[in-house]
């Protein structure tokens, strides 16, 4: 099973600032198969980026994917409000799907 | 507009088997792609449980495998998932989501289509 760690597990900024949020695979995956989504409290998972740097219909041009091989990176260039919530990164590969810790972007 | 709905029990026994349908409505299951479940238990991450393309093929987390059963009726446009042999740790918001995987066209795979999820409580 590929292990993705994400990091930091919280971070705290301020509406207008930017955001970089680390995902690294414990082997190397392809980027086809990697996405980001965006979870608000009480609300189901929000598809932000897929094949690591495609974003998803309707998703700002604000938030953006890069990486390759064992190192993804998600970023929101300037944080809206809205933007504050838990962002979880995921691979497939092997025939299993895998899901990082998730990332906490909160308010400071 | 694809969406999809969970329905089922909201309290399973320890022991028993968990049983939920997610029903589709917007696009035919019979058109293509796979059909997944996810879960989340309380304050936690999410966990991939399995797959189902709409020919029946299917698969599973290991880690779940010898529990999970997923099957799909295409003529109700649903498709279920069972989970045998329940205990606390199964304790989740379960989600049912669109698996948009093709690995021969353009390769990807994710879950771009969602349910709202269903918590389902296992207790005595």
């Known amino acids: 099973e590929i292990v993705l760690t994400q990091s930091p597990g919280t971070l705290s900024l301020s509406p207008g600032e930017r955001a970089t949020l680390s995902c690294r695979a414990s082997q190397s995956v392809s980027s086809s198969y990697v996405a980001w989504y965006q979870q608000k409290p009480g609300q189901a998972p929000r598809l932000l980026i897929y094949g690591a740097s495609s974003r998803a219909t309707g998703i700002p041009d604000r938030f953006s994917g890069s990486g390759s091989g064992t190192d993804f990176t998600l970023s929101i260039s300037r944080l809206e409000p809205e933007d504050f919530a838990v962002y979880y990164c995921?691979?497939?590969?092997?025939?299993?799907?895998?899901f990082g810790q998730g990332t906490k972007l909160e308010i400071k | 507009q694809v969406q999809l709905q969970e329905s089922g029990p909201g309290l399973v026994k320890p022991s028993e088997t968990l049983f939920l349908t997610c029903a589709v409505s917007g696009y035919s299951i019979s058109s293509g792609y796979y059909w997944g479940w996810i879960r989340q238990p309380p304050g936690k991450g999410l966990e991939w449980i399995g797959s189902i393309y709409q020919s029946g093929s299917t698969y599973y987390n290991p880690s779940l495998k010898s529990r999970v059963t997923i099957s799909v009726d295409t003529s109700k446009n649903q498709f279920s998932l069972k989970l045998s042999s329940v205990t606390a740790a199964d304790t989740a918001v379960y989600y049912c989501?669109?698996?948009?995987?093709?690995?021969?066209?353009?390769?990807?795979?994710?879950?771009?289509?969602w349910g709202q999820g269903t918590l389902v409580t296992v207790s005595s």
């Open positions: 995921q691979q497939y590969g092997r025939s299993q799907y895998t």
């Open positions: 989501a669109r698996d948009h995987q093709d690995i021969v066209v353009v390769p990807a795979a994710h879950f771009d289509y």
